[in-house]
């Protein structure tokens, strides 16, 4: 079959090796695509935003399957855009309808839908510029530190913890006077947990599901997890703290309460499903939901897949997913992120990259990359993410610090410490 993979990242990335190796899969096409996406089938330059640009294409191109890695078209509607359309309804869509993307298109919504099925969450109040004065007398009488979340999409920068109630009360006007635009017009204030925070991913077809493999990602930009948060600068799969225990209270207490809300709620969600956790002492705790695979969990997570994923999208459109046994390697996986110096704050593109070549034991999932003139050059924040999969996480770890300091472009950084803070 044709298949037509929306996205531009390290994630998209992944799922085109993944995709590319599966004999039902004839024809992969990428749009946009990246710098070494081109290996696995043929880039397309195209908004994923622009609906009728994919019409185009998908018509154009004779695409018989839609996958969408990122989570905006998916909040836009994309899915219902097929629906709607009698050239394109008949075209199965990886990624739930809008009304399901709202899981993560709210933050307010997300919270609302964990206290009604029961769901455990830290405690959290959502309040509007209208009623300002209540949020800032809700903070006053809150401990510190304090977690600020901005309602909607808004590129990963808009949850804020903040140490003492001056900075909370000043971050909280500015959030809600436009600091993230429309995405602030709602600001969810929430406890703030101490743990360490794991990802749990399930695809489901809206009536069964299958558990993927877990992951930690590492957010900070500095070694020992100091500095400014960023997408993330690596992950690890599988995560030694979560134990078969542990990932069976995640399933009891927060995954099937999730997909059964959905169904009370006559919420109709096929696709991915992405878990933000906290493990608090032995218990988790859900802190977001996302509507798609994590960056850079992703990469992490499909190496250790053995099935054909192809197979599995198609299942989970046919509604058959309960017919499937995911395979999952025993094997460690570690990820390490190459990027731009200056990431997260101003960073330049165009910088040529050379020894791509010389890695050794690694996957190299580019992810802001351009190809110009035959010459692959920087074109994002995070650039490369080196991906390794070995028997043990110390050695995957280990192969995949090496073969990240391989790779060379003018003003690269990456983090030597990923992933060791568990060996």
């Not at 899981?103 to 964990?114: H, P, Q, R, W």
């Not at 309040?127 to 004065?133: A, K, S």
């Not at 990802?199 to 500095?227: H, M, R, W």
């Not at 690890?236 to 069976?248: G, M, N, R």
Request: aromatic residues 8%; contains cysteine; hydrophobic residues 40%.
């Amino acid at each position: 079959m044709n298949i037509l993979l929306l996205g531009s990242g390290g994630r998209e990335s992944a799922f085109a090796w993944k995709m590319s190796q599966s004999a039902l899969c004839e024809k992969l096409i990428i749009a946009p695509g990246n710098g070494g996406t081109a290996a696995y089938g043929k880039n397309f330059p195209l908004n994923p935003n622009d609906f009728e640009a994919v019409k185009k294409l998908v018509l154009k191109e004779e695409i018989n399957f839609v996958v969408v890695g990122p989570e905006e078209p998916l909040v836009n509607g994309i899915h219902d855009f097929f629906l709607a359309d009698e050239d394109l309804k008949h075209i199965p869509v990886i990624g739930p309808k809008k009304e399901g993307a709202i899981l993560e298109g709210s933050k307010d919504f997300a919270k609302a839908f964990m206290a009604r099925h029961n769901i455990p969450t830290p405690g959290s109040r959502s309040f509007t510029g209208e009623n300002l004065e209540d949020g800032l007398a809700y903070l006053e009488n809150h401990s510190m530190p304090v977690v600020l979340k901005a309602d909607g999409l808004a590129a990963g920068k808009g949850v804020l913890i903040c140490q003492t109630k001056e900075e909370a009360a000043e971050e909280l006007k500015l959030m809600l006077g436009g600091k993230f635009g429309t995405a602030g017009a709602i600001v969810v204030i929430e406890e703030f947990l101490t743990g360490i925070e794991l990802s749990v991913f399930v695809l489901t077809d809206g009536e069964n599901y299958v558990v993927l493999p877990e992951a930690k990602d590492y957010k900070k930009i500095g070694q020992a997890d100091t500095g400014l948060n960023t997408g993330g600068m690596g992950s690890v799969s599988p995560v030694p703290f979560a134990d078969e225990k542990f990932l069976k209270e995640v399933e009891d207490t927060i995954i099937v309460p999730t997909i059964e809300g959905l169904k009370k709620d006559g919420i109709d969600y096929s696709g991915f499903i992405f878990f933000g956790l906290f493990k608090v002492g032995d218990k988790p705790l859900i802190i977001e939901y996302n509507c798609r695979m994590g960056d850079p969990e992703t990469e992490s997570v499909l190496p250790r897949i053995e099935n054909d994923l192809v197979e599995l999208f198609i299942a989970a459109s046919k509604q058959k997913l309960n017919e499937c046994t995911l395979k999952i390697s025993p094997k460690s996986a570690a990820t390490v992120m190459i990027v731009a110096g200056g990431y997260p704050g101003d960073y330049e593109k165009g910088k040529a990259i050379s020894g791509i070549e010389n890695i050794r034991k690694s996957l190299a999932f580019h992810a802001g990359t351009a190809l110009e003139g035959g010459v692959v050059k920087t074109n994002g924040g995070r650039v490369i993410a080196i991906t390794s999969l070995q028997d043990t996480q110390f050695d995957a770890l280990q192969s995949a610090t090496a073969d990240a300091s391989r790779i060379y472009f003018d003003g690269k950084y990456f983090r030597e410490d990923i992933g060791f803070d568990l060996v």
